[in-house]
């Protein structure tokens, strides 16, 4: 018997533009791609194989063939980008996505010195054969970018030919968008988002509380990326409002007496615990 809940938010349908769940693989095996891709294929849109750990993992084209035969684009992390750039190897690193059939990439400078003008021009040579996501802002907790300046990156980067921009966080969530407790610059990302549209943004949001704070702030269908492999099924609950975090933010009813009703129940149930 197939499950019928009422009042559940609309997700957007794959393949998506908006509502991205961006997966971070940080080194699975052939197998565990499998069983990731049985479980959560619907409820993932790309994966960044993190980082330089494609550069070291065995059996790496069958793993690649395990997801594009998904129908989920794969990339290789930021990080090998940059030691490829930083060795005056970027035309390698274009051959090697071309011998993997990799159709996405990541342009970043979150680690090497990276001026903004050659940054660009990567980004429009790229985006001749490529489909691009740039990345702004620094994995240093120290090198803190003003908000306008996020700004200023993120549309030159659009109009270079990036499809969307990744906004910086790490693997940790506590840098870029976050501060090094883990809480969301929210100053930082209302001056964003108020000059940028949000759809062109993806946010790295790893902890859980991080993905609740930007789905309330911009709903269900919000970019999300660095969501490891066994919290994908949990985000989705968050964005269905099937979790306790988000329960109370996506039920509504057309009779607001009925809302208030279920409100005082739950609030009787709480009382009573």
């Not at 019928?4 to 961006?22: A, I, M, Q, V």
């Not at 980008?81 to 990541?106: C, P, S, T, W």
């Not at 702030?217 to 988000?246: C, H, M, Q, Y």
């Amino acid at each position: 018997m197939a499950f019928t809940l009422n009042h559940l938010p609309k997700r957007t349908e794959k393949p998506r533009n908006e509502g991205l769940t961006l997966a971070l693989d940080k080194g699975y095996s052939v197998r565990q791609a499998e069983d990731f891709v049985e479980s959560s294929s619907n409820y993932f849109d790309v994966v960044k194989l993190g980082w330089g750990t494609s550069y070291i993992t065995q059996n790496l084209e069958e793993k690649i063939a395990v997801y594009q035969n998904a129908g989920i684009p794969v990339y290789f992390g930021g990080t090998l980008f940059e030691a490829y750039v930083l060795r005056d190897q970027l035309d390698a690193y274009v051959e090697l996505m071309k011998n993997y059939g990799i159709g996405h990439v990541e342009v970043s400078n979150g680690t090497i010195w990276l001026s903004d003008d050659r940054k660009q021009a990567i980004i429009k040579e790229l985006s001749q054969e490529f489909y691009v996501y740039s990345e702004v802002g620094s994995k240093n907790p120290n090198d803190i970018i003003p908000p306008y300046k996020w700004v200023k990156i993120i549309e030159n980067e659009l109009k270079a030919g990036s499809q969307k921009v990744i906004c910086e966080a790490r693997e940790s969530g506590t840098v870029g968008v976050f501060r090094p407790n883990g809480e969301v610059r929210s100053g930082l990302i209302e001056e964003i988002t108020d000059q940028i549209p949000q759809e062109k943004l993806i946010f790295e949001a790893p902890q859980k509380e991080q993905q609740v704070w930007f789905i309330r702030k911009f709903g269900s269908n919000v970019n999300l990326g660095n969501i490891v492999p066994a919290e994908v099924i949990s985000l989705e609950t968050l964005r269905l409002g099937l979790r306790g975090d988000t329960l109370l933010d996506f039920y509504s009813l057309d009779d607001d007496e009925d809302l208030n009703n279920v409100m005082k129940d739950t609030n009787t149930i709480s009382n009573k615990e």
